[in-house]
């Protein structure tokens, strides 16, 4: 492994991609939001499908979130992880989401998020990604109102 694929190289390169990402999603340029996903990605979204299999399918999916959140909103992230080697990595974190205060109601919740890269044909490219709720069993309620 020589400076340039160095596991602090490749923990800046991911958290650099994570950034731009998070800013493609504040910005709803659903093109740079998909970006960073492989074709063949896999994703666990917190909405409406229990999976989602390929960049179309899920490009299908942000834009129908974009669609049913048109206005600002929050898309914080906090306690960022990320495990990095040469060609593969991983990162989580809790993100805080939601429409922006509307008449002094917050309407926010934090999510967790947990996300696989792979070098692509020299990219980083997303191959997984999972967004959870915590969720009470005894209720099957979401538990959207819990805070780190």
Not at 79 to 98: I, M, R, S, T
Not at 107 to 124: E, H, L, N, P
Request: hydrophobic content about 45%; aromatic content about 10%; overall charge negative.
């Amino acid at each position: 492994m020589n400076a340039k694929t160095s596991p602090s190289s490749v923990e800046t390169e991911i958290r650099d991609l994570i950034q731009r990402w998070q800013r493609a999603v504040v910005a709803k340029d659903i093109d740079a939001i998909v970006q960073p996903y492989a074709d063949d990605i896999v994703a666990f979204d917190a909405v409406k499908a229990l999976q989602f299999k390929g960049k179309q399918t899920y490009r299908d999916h942000w834009q129908a979130c974009m669609a049913l959140c048109p206005d600002a909103g929050i898309f914080d992230f906090e306690q960022l992880q990320v495990a990095a080697a040469q060609d593969v990595a991983f990162a989580h974190w809790l993100a805080h989401c939601g429409p922006a205060r509307e008449a002094g109601e917050d309407k926010s919740c934090y999510m967790r998020v947990t996300a696989g890269y792979k070098r692509i044909d020299g990219q980083w490219k997303v191959v997984h990604e999972h967004w959870s709720a915590p969720f009470d069993m005894e209720t099957t309620k979401a538990l959207f109102n819990l805070k780190p």
